[in-house]
């Protein structure tokens, strides 16, 4: 069974950053793709940035230029480097591991920005 566990959510104040990490339980690169989603109250789940095993990446629009992702498998981990936040990027943040034909999410780590 995949657990997917993410940390380092918390309140920032705009222009701040944070750094979420997710822990995988095997290698990242077992994995086809790994991302990060996050919902905000009432709205959808929506992609935040997503990466590859052969290492492409790709960001929604709204955070490109500040948010990178990126992974480390010594520590079967991938990150999210969240700087120039902003009170909309309040949401909760979810791990996500594709490995065909299975899905995996993590439980969720809150980001709440204030301004």
């Known amino acids: 069974q995949v657990q997917l566990v993410e940390s380092g959510g918390g309140l920032v104040q705009a222009g701040g950053s944070l750094r979420l990490s997710c822990v995988t339980s095997?290698?990242?690169?077992?994995?086809?793709?790994m991302a990060w989603y996050r919902q905000a109250p009432g709205k959808e789940r929506e992609l935040v940035a997503a990466?590859?095993?052969?290492?492409?990446?790709n960001y929604a629009d709204s955070v490109k230029g500040r948010f990178t992702i990126s992974g480390d498998n010594a520590k079967n981990s991938v990150f999210l480097q969240m700087n120039k936040l902003k009170p909309e990027d309040t949401a909760v943040y979810y791990c996500?591991?594709?490995?065909?034909?299975?899905?995996?999410w993590g439980q969720g780590t809150q980001v709440t920005v204030s301004s």
């Open positions: 996500f591991a594709h490995f065909s034909p299975y899905d995996y």
């Open positions: 095997g290698s990242i690169f077992s994995f086809d793709n």
């Open positions: 990466v590859t095993s052969y290492g492409s990446t």
